[in-house]
């Protein structure tokens, strides 16, 4: 796996490190010990998988508070996503500041979003499939949310949002509380 760091700590774009032949390719998509020597959580208790039909889907932008919060690591599988994070963490450098990236099935990237962070994503492509690993079960308690345009952050979704459910649409504005 290649770990590439991006503006935010703790947060990187991850890639597969293949090794090919006539049959095609064979790459770790996910190792405790290169985890645990990136500093990042190895710990990861859960799988969720997301599908969209139509591009323009935007889901989140979510997170968990503590004692749930949670680290995640995504994959696109199918069709692709701009996948964001945003930086919640009061004690950062960056806080308030987001970061996006392009998933893709053909690219093979994957995201490592930290805990303390945001998350979301908005599908480019239809029939778009996501699987992501969590460090924390979902705990519906703890589960919070931002709007995904809000100003504060200033986000570039590269296309319009067109579908996107009630509870995402309600999120409110983050004011740094």
Not at 19 to 43: N, S, Y
Request: aromatic share 12%; proline share 7%; with cysteine.
């Amino acid at each position: 796996m290649i770990f590439t760091p991006t503006k935010l700590p703790g947060a990187f774009l991850v890639s597969l490190r293949k090794i090919e032949d006539a049959r095609g390719f064979f790459a770790r998509g996910w190792c405790t010990e290169e985890f645990t020597q990136h500093g990042l959580a190895p710990a990861m208790v859960q799988l969720n998988v997301g599908f969209s039909l139509a591009k323009g889907t935007l889901r989140g932008l979510h997170y968990q508070i503590p004692p749930h919060g949670e680290a995640k690591f995504v994959r696109c599988t199918r069709g692709s996503v701009f996948d964001v994070i945003v930086d919640l963490r009061r004690d950062s450098p960056t806080h308030g500041q987001w970061f996006g990236a392009e998933l893709s099935a053909e690219n093979g990237l994957m995201i490592y979003a930290p805990d303390g962070c945001a998350h979301g994503y908005l599908t480019l492509a239809d029939e778009t499939e996501t699987y992501y690993l969590t460090s924390s079960p979902y705990a519906a308690a703890a589960a919070r949310g931002v709007r995904y345009n809000d100003p504060a952050f200033g986000i570039e979704w590269p296309r319009p949002v067109t579908v996107i459910s009630d509870a995402d649409a309600r999120w409110p504005d983050y004011w740094g509380e």
